[in-house]
Protein backbone atom coordinates (compact mmCIF):
# COMPACT_ATOMS: atom_id res chain seq x y z
CA UNK A 1 0.00 0.00 0.00
CA UNK A 2 2.91 2.27 1.06
CA UNK A 3 4.55 1.45 -2.51
CA UNK A 4 1.50 2.58 -4.01
CA UNK A 5 0.79 5.56 -2.53
CA UNK A 6 4.50 7.01 -3.21
CA UNK A 7 3.92 7.69 -6.74
CA UNK A 8 0.78 9.47 -6.18
CA UNK A 9 2.40 11.84 -3.23
CA UNK A 10 5.23 12.73 -5.74
CA UNK A 11 2.45 13.20 -8.26
CA UNK A 12 -0.10 15.33 -6.24
CA UNK A 13 3.25 17.04 -5.14
CA UNK A 14 4.85 18.17 -9.16
CA UNK A 15 1.07 19.34 -9.80
CA UNK A 16 1.05 21.27 -6.59
CA UNK A 17 4.22 22.65 -7.33
CA UNK A 18 3.38 23.30 -10.95
CA UNK A 19 0.04 24.95 -9.84
CA UNK A 20 1.65 27.29 -7.29
CA UNK A 21 4.21 28.12 -9.97
CA UNK A 22 1.75 29.00 -12.74
CA UNK A 23 -0.53 31.02 -9.95
CA UNK A 24 2.82 32.55 -9.00
CA UNK A 25 3.11 33.65 -12.78
CA UNK A 26 -0.48 34.89 -13.71
CA UNK A 27 -0.43 37.19 -10.23
CA UNK A 28 2.43 38.93 -11.11
CA UNK A 29 1.58 39.04 -14.55
CA UNK A 30 -1.94 40.61 -13.57
CA UNK A 31 0.00 43.10 -10.74
CA UNK A 32 2.29 44.40 -14.03
CA UNK A 33 -0.90 44.95 -16.09
CA UNK A 34 -2.60 46.59 -13.35
CA UNK A 35 0.07 49.15 -12.40
CA UNK A 36 0.50 49.76 -16.30
CA UNK A 37 -2.98 50.49 -16.35
CA UNK A 38 -2.81 52.77 -13.63
CA UNK A 39 0.41 54.28 -14.48
CA UNK A 40 -1.59 54.89 -18.18
CA UNK A 41 -4.69 56.44 -16.76
CA UNK A 42 -2.57 58.75 -14.30
CA UNK A 43 -0.97 60.10 -17.36
CA UNK A 44 -4.08 60.59 -19.63
CA UNK A 45 -5.58 62.33 -16.56
CA UNK A 46 -2.20 64.64 -16.42
CA UNK A 47 -1.94 65.39 -20.54
CA UNK A 48 -6.20 66.72 -20.49
CA UNK A 49 -5.38 68.79 -17.29
CA UNK A 50 -2.30 70.22 -19.09
CA UNK A 51 -4.16 70.68 -22.28
CA UNK A 52 -7.27 72.45 -20.32
CA UNK A 53 -4.11 74.22 -18.23
CA UNK A 54 -2.84 75.67 -21.34
CA UNK A 55 -5.76 75.93 -24.05
CA UNK A 56 -8.52 77.38 -21.69
CA UNK A 57 -7.92 80.81 -21.19
CA UNK A 58 -9.46 83.22 -18.12
CA UNK A 59 -13.04 82.56 -17.56
CA UNK A 60 -13.85 85.93 -16.25
CA UNK A 61 -11.67 89.06 -14.33
CA UNK A 62 -13.01 91.07 -12.13
CA UNK A 63 -11.78 94.38 -10.44
CA UNK A 64 -12.56 97.58 -7.88
CA UNK A 65 -12.37 100.31 -9.81
CA UNK A 66 -10.87 103.17 -7.91
CA UNK A 67 -12.02 106.81 -9.22
CA UNK A 68 -9.70 109.64 -8.62
CA UNK A 69 -10.33 113.55 -9.28
CA UNK A 70 -8.35 116.74 -8.69
CA UNK A 71 -9.16 118.92 -5.86
CA UNK A 72 -7.47 122.29 -6.50
CA UNK A 73 -10.02 124.05 -8.02
CA UNK A 74 -12.75 126.45 -5.87
CA UNK A 75 -13.93 125.00 -2.82
CA UNK A 76 -17.40 127.17 -3.14
CA UNK A 77 -18.25 125.08 -6.55
CA UNK A 78 -20.45 122.68 -6.41
CA UNK A 79 -19.14 119.58 -8.06
CA UNK A 80 -15.34 118.03 -8.51
CA UNK A 81 -12.88 119.64 -9.98
CA UNK A 82 -12.31 117.17 -12.40
CA UNK A 83 -13.63 113.80 -13.82
CA UNK A 84 -13.43 110.75 -12.40
CA UNK A 85 -10.80 108.90 -13.64
CA UNK A 86 -9.79 105.00 -12.88
CA UNK A 87 -6.75 103.41 -14.44
CA UNK A 88 -7.06 99.54 -14.71
CA UNK A 89 -4.23 97.04 -15.16
CA UNK A 90 -5.01 94.11 -17.40
CA UNK A 91 -2.10 91.65 -15.81
CA UNK A 92 -2.34 89.39 -13.27
CA UNK A 93 1.21 89.53 -10.69
CA UNK A 94 2.46 92.05 -13.20
CA UNK A 95 3.33 89.18 -15.32
CA UNK A 96 0.62 87.39 -16.73
CA UNK A 97 -2.13 88.86 -19.29
CA UNK A 98 -5.70 88.45 -18.24
CA UNK A 99 -7.11 88.41 -22.04
CA UNK A 100 -5.60 85.74 -24.26
CA UNK A 101 -4.78 86.62 -27.90
CA UNK A 102 -7.66 86.08 -30.10
CA UNK A 103 -10.28 85.74 -27.45
CA UNK A 104 -13.43 88.15 -27.39
CA UNK A 105 -14.85 89.14 -24.35
CA UNK A 106 -17.15 91.05 -23.26
CA UNK A 107 -16.05 93.97 -21.02
CA UNK A 108 -18.80 96.08 -18.76
CA UNK A 109 -18.40 98.14 -15.57
CA UNK A 110 -20.81 98.18 -12.59
CA UNK A 111 -21.55 101.07 -10.56
CA UNK A 112 -23.40 101.33 -7.40
CA UNK A 113 -25.52 104.59 -7.11
CA UNK A 114 -27.50 106.45 -4.70
CA UNK A 115 -30.56 107.58 -5.44
CA UNK A 116 -29.93 110.66 -4.13
CA UNK A 117 -31.56 113.88 -5.68
CA UNK A 118 -28.14 114.99 -7.41
CA UNK A 119 -28.31 111.71 -9.05
CA UNK A 120 -31.63 112.23 -10.31
CA UNK A 121 -31.59 115.32 -11.18
CA UNK A 122 -27.84 114.18 -12.90
CA UNK A 123 -29.88 112.54 -16.01
CA UNK A 124 -27.42 111.01 -18.51
CA UNK A 125 -23.94 110.75 -18.22
CA UNK A 126 -20.81 109.52 -20.35
CA UNK A 127 -18.75 106.45 -19.91
CA UNK A 128 -15.18 106.72 -21.37
CA UNK A 129 -13.14 103.38 -21.95
CA UNK A 130 -9.68 103.82 -23.66
CA UNK A 131 -7.37 100.42 -23.57
CA UNK A 132 -3.68 101.14 -24.02
CA UNK A 133 -0.28 98.99 -24.74
CA UNK A 134 2.57 98.08 -22.95
CA UNK A 135 4.43 101.52 -24.27
CA UNK A 136 1.02 103.36 -23.53
CA UNK A 137 -0.28 103.96 -27.17
CA UNK A 138 -4.23 103.58 -27.58
CA UNK A 139 -5.12 101.16 -29.74
CA UNK A 140 -9.11 101.39 -28.56
CA UNK A 141 -11.29 103.90 -26.87
CA UNK A 142 -15.31 103.73 -26.84
CA UNK A 143 -17.98 105.53 -24.72
CA UNK A 144 -20.78 104.71 -23.08
CA UNK A 145 -24.04 106.57 -22.18
CA UNK A 146 -25.99 105.76 -19.12
CA UNK A 147 -28.23 106.72 -15.92
CA UNK A 148 -30.33 105.89 -13.27
CA UNK A 149 -33.41 103.69 -13.64
CA UNK A 150 -36.64 105.90 -13.72
CA UNK A 151 -38.41 105.04 -10.27
CA UNK A 152 -41.87 107.54 -9.53
CA UNK A 153 -41.88 109.05 -6.36
CA UNK A 154 -45.22 107.23 -5.64
CA UNK A 155 -42.99 104.22 -6.14
CA UNK A 156 -40.20 105.59 -3.87
CA UNK A 157 -42.55 105.92 -1.02
CA UNK A 158 -44.13 102.85 -1.00
CA UNK A 159 -40.51 101.25 -1.63
CA UNK A 160 -39.67 103.16 1.79
CA UNK A 161 -42.24 102.13 3.75
CA UNK A 162 -42.23 98.58 2.59
CA UNK A 163 -38.53 98.11 3.49
CA UNK A 164 -38.68 100.40 6.48
CA UNK A 165 -37.64 97.59 8.63
CA UNK A 166 -34.31 96.74 6.70
CA UNK A 167 -33.61 100.48 5.99
CA UNK A 168 -33.39 100.96 9.55
CA UNK A 169 -31.17 97.52 10.36
CA UNK A 170 -29.34 98.91 7.37
CA UNK A 171 -29.20 95.87 5.57
CA UNK A 172 -30.68 97.18 2.92
CA UNK A 173 -29.78 101.00 1.03
CA UNK A 174 -31.36 102.85 -1.04
CA UNK A 175 -29.44 102.48 -4.42
CA UNK A 176 -29.45 100.90 -7.55
CA UNK A 177 -26.77 98.82 -9.69
CA UNK A 178 -25.70 99.82 -13.02
CA UNK A 179 -24.53 98.07 -15.42
CA UNK A 180 -22.88 99.20 -18.64
CA UNK A 181 -22.05 97.28 -21.02
CA UNK A 182 -18.32 98.75 -22.58
CA UNK A 183 -17.24 95.86 -25.18
CA UNK A 184 -19.47 93.09 -26.44
CA UNK A 185 -16.55 91.09 -28.27
CA UNK A 186 -13.28 92.52 -27.37
CA UNK A 187 -9.82 90.87 -28.77
CA UNK A 188 -6.24 91.63 -27.73
CA UNK A 189 -3.70 91.66 -30.65
CA UNK A 190 -1.00 89.52 -30.21
CA UNK A 191 1.33 91.90 -31.58
CA UNK A 192 0.20 94.86 -29.53
CA UNK A 193 -1.33 93.39 -25.79
CA UNK A 194 -3.55 94.83 -24.34
CA UNK A 195 -1.87 95.96 -20.60
CA UNK A 196 -4.63 98.37 -19.70
CA UNK A 197 -7.44 100.39 -19.92
CA UNK A 198 -8.34 104.08 -18.52
CA UNK A 199 -11.83 104.60 -17.60
CA UNK A 200 -13.33 108.17 -17.23
CA UNK A 201 -17.00 109.21 -16.19
CA UNK A 202 -17.87 112.58 -17.77
CA UNK A 203 -19.54 114.01 -15.11
CA UNK A 204 -18.66 116.58 -12.16
CA UNK A 205 -21.89 115.63 -10.62
CA UNK A 206 -21.64 112.19 -10.42
CA UNK A 207 -22.10 110.31 -6.93
CA UNK A 208 -21.02 106.88 -6.53
CA UNK A 209 -20.67 104.26 -3.75
CA UNK A 210 -17.86 101.46 -5.93
CA UNK A 211 -17.59 100.32 -9.41
CA UNK A 212 -16.26 96.79 -10.62
CA UNK A 213 -15.02 95.73 -13.82
CA UNK A 214 -15.95 92.69 -15.40
CA UNK A 215 -14.49 91.04 -17.96
CA UNK A 216 -15.88 87.55 -19.21
CA UNK A 217 -14.83 85.41 -22.41
CA UNK A 218 -17.40 84.38 -25.01
CA UNK A 219 -16.22 81.12 -25.58
CA UNK A 220 -16.81 79.62 -29.32
CA UNK A 221 -15.99 75.78 -30.58
CA UNK A 222 -13.85 73.75 -28.30
CA UNK A 223 -13.44 76.03 -25.98
CA UNK A 224 -17.22 76.52 -25.18
CA UNK A 225 -17.72 73.11 -25.45
CA UNK A 226 -14.65 72.87 -22.36
CA UNK A 227 -16.60 74.83 -20.39
CA UNK A 228 -19.84 74.46 -20.81
CA UNK A 229 -19.56 70.70 -20.46
CA UNK A 230 -16.67 70.19 -18.67
CA UNK A 231 -17.59 66.64 -16.91
CA UNK A 232 -18.19 64.92 -20.66
CA UNK A 233 -15.11 66.90 -21.73
CA UNK A 234 -13.46 65.45 -19.25
CA UNK A 235 -14.65 62.13 -19.62
CA UNK A 236 -13.75 62.00 -23.63
CA UNK A 237 -10.89 63.14 -23.35
CA UNK A 238 -9.14 61.27 -20.63
CA UNK A 239 -10.54 58.02 -22.51
CA UNK A 240 -8.93 59.22 -25.58
CA UNK A 241 -4.86 60.26 -24.51
CA UNK A 242 -5.41 56.50 -22.23
CA UNK A 243 -6.74 54.32 -25.80
CA UNK A 244 -3.72 56.55 -27.41
CA UNK A 245 -1.36 55.61 -25.06
CA UNK A 246 -2.86 51.90 -24.59
CA UNK A 247 -2.02 51.60 -28.50
CA UNK A 248 1.35 52.95 -27.90
CA UNK A 249 1.92 50.38 -25.05
CA UNK A 250 0.98 47.14 -27.16
CA UNK A 251 3.37 47.59 -30.02
CA UNK A 252 5.90 48.73 -27.58
CA UNK A 253 5.26 45.66 -26.09
CA UNK A 254 4.96 43.31 -28.86
CA UNK A 255 8.22 45.12 -30.39
CA UNK A 256 10.10 44.43 -27.29
CA UNK A 257 8.59 40.28 -27.15
CA UNK A 258 8.93 39.58 -31.40
CA UNK A 259 11.85 42.09 -32.02
CA UNK A 260 14.40 39.52 -31.30
CA UNK A 261 12.66 37.00 -33.56
CA UNK A 262 13.37 36.64 -37.34
CA UNK A 263 10.36 36.54 -39.51
CA UNK A 264 9.49 33.57 -41.22
CA UNK A 265 9.82 35.36 -44.68
CA UNK A 266 13.40 36.31 -44.04
CA UNK A 267 14.15 32.58 -42.47
CA UNK A 268 12.84 31.50 -46.05
CA UNK A 269 15.44 34.17 -47.99
CA UNK A 270 18.11 33.20 -45.60
CA UNK A 271 18.01 29.31 -46.29
CA UNK A 272 17.13 30.10 -50.15
CA UNK A 273 20.35 32.00 -50.19
CA UNK A 274 21.81 29.32 -48.09
CA UNK A 275 20.63 26.77 -50.80
CA UNK A 276 22.05 28.36 -54.09
CA UNK A 277 25.23 29.16 -52.24
CA UNK A 278 25.87 25.29 -51.30
CA UNK A 279 24.78 24.25 -55.52
CA UNK A 280 27.09 26.58 -56.92
CA UNK A 281 29.55 25.48 -54.54
CA UNK A 282 29.31 21.97 -55.63
CA UNK A 283 29.12 23.28 -59.24
CA UNK A 284 32.56 24.86 -58.98
CA UNK A 285 33.84 21.87 -57.25
CA UNK A 286 32.64 19.22 -59.82
CA UNK A 287 34.17 21.41 -62.19
CA UNK A 288 37.62 21.60 -60.47
CA UNK A 289 37.45 17.76 -60.22
CA UNK A 290 37.02 17.86 -63.62
CA UNK A 291 39.50 19.69 -64.71
CA UNK A 292 42.22 18.02 -62.71
CA UNK A 293 40.97 14.70 -63.14
CA UNK A 294 41.73 14.80 -66.87
CA UNK A 295 44.62 14.10 -69.09
CA UNK A 296 45.65 15.64 -72.12
CA UNK A 297 45.07 12.31 -74.75
CA UNK A 298 48.05 11.47 -77.48
CA UNK A 299 46.69 12.42 -80.93
CA UNK A 300 48.33 10.89 -83.58
CA UNK A 301 48.58 13.34 -86.79
CA UNK A 302 45.41 13.11 -88.68
CA UNK A 303 44.99 14.20 -92.49
CA UNK A 304 43.27 17.81 -93.04
CA UNK A 305 39.28 16.84 -92.80
CA UNK A 306 40.30 14.96 -89.63
CA UNK A 307 42.01 18.22 -88.31
CA UNK A 308 39.05 20.27 -89.18
CA UNK A 309 36.53 18.01 -87.64
CA UNK A 310 38.53 18.08 -84.19
CA UNK A 311 38.76 21.96 -84.56
CA UNK A 312 35.08 22.48 -84.60
CA UNK A 313 34.22 19.62 -82.09
CA UNK A 314 37.21 21.72 -80.11
CA UNK A 315 34.96 24.92 -80.56
CA UNK A 316 32.31 23.35 -79.84
CA UNK A 317 33.43 22.34 -76.62
CA UNK A 318 35.04 26.44 -76.00
CA UNK A 319 31.87 27.30 -75.64
CA UNK A 320 29.80 28.49 -72.04
CA UNK A 321 29.08 25.23 -70.04
CA UNK A 322 26.14 24.16 -69.61
CA UNK A 323 23.80 24.90 -66.12
CA UNK A 324 23.28 21.29 -64.89
CA UNK A 325 21.91 20.43 -61.65
CA UNK A 326 24.83 19.92 -59.25
CA UNK A 327 24.06 16.11 -58.79
CA UNK A 328 24.50 15.16 -62.62
CA UNK A 329 27.74 17.22 -62.47
CA UNK A 330 29.00 14.94 -59.83
CA UNK A 331 27.40 12.22 -61.26
CA UNK A 332 29.64 12.84 -64.73
CA UNK A 333 32.63 13.68 -62.71
CA UNK A 334 31.89 9.50 -61.03
CA UNK A 335 31.64 8.19 -64.28
CA UNK A 336 34.52 10.04 -65.63
CA UNK A 337 36.80 8.77 -62.88
CA UNK A 338 35.25 5.38 -62.96
CA UNK A 339 36.23 5.24 -66.90
CA UNK A 340 40.01 6.39 -66.74
CA UNK A 341 40.28 3.84 -63.42
CA UNK A 342 38.99 1.06 -65.94
CA UNK A 343 41.21 2.18 -68.88
Not at 17 to 26: G, L, P, Y
Not at 72 to 95: E, H, Q, V, W, Y
Not at 261 to 290: F, N, Y
Not at 311 to 332: A, R
Amino acid sequence: MGGAMGPLLHWLQDVAAVTFHKARRTLFQAAILFCTLCLLLWVSIFLYGSFYYSYMPTVSFSTPVHFYYTSDCDATKSGLCSFPTANISFMKNDRDQVMANGQPYRVSIVLEMPESPVNERLGMFMIKMSCYTKGGTTVSSVGRSTMLHYRSSLLQTLSTLFFSPLLLTGMAEQKQLIEVELYPDYKTNAYHPTVGAVIEIHSRQVQIYSAQLRIHAYFTGIRYLLYNFPLTSAVIGVATNFAFLSVIALFGYLQFMWGGLRPPDQVRVRVMMGDTTRIQRRREEARKRMSSSESPPVIPEASGAEAAQTQQEESHNSEGPVETDGSNELNGSLQSQTGETAV
